[in-house]
């Protein structure tokens, strides 16, 4: 690998509603609370290579457990491709 270039392996959890109303109703949670287990683990491997103009990012994630309960799950892995400056 080029003396440039950053490999980099990550783990990440999280989760994205649509809006707060699928989390909250009023001042309870729905569904009787948010659980652990509504949060989406995964892994991945980045490669960074720094340009003139910021930094190319190549990213690949794989979500590690199934969406079973939704009616049109998303698929298990993303590829991301980002230009950016660090801050």
């Given at each position: ?71 049109h799950p998303e698929p298990r892995t ?10």
């Amino acid at each position: 690998v080029h003396p440039s270039l950053q490999l980099a392996a990550f783990f990440d959890v999280g989760r994205v509603w649509s809006s707060t109303r699928d989390i909250y109703d009023g001042d309870k949670l729905v569904r009787s609370g948010l659980r652990l287990s509504d949060l989406q683990p995964s892994i991945g491997a980045a490669i960074r290579a720094p340009i003139p103009i910021g930094v190319l990012r190549l990213e690949f994630a794989w979500r590690i457990r199934e969406q079973t309960q939704l009616l049109h799950p998303e698929p298990r892995t993303k590829l991301h491709f980002t230009l950016s400056r660090l801050f």
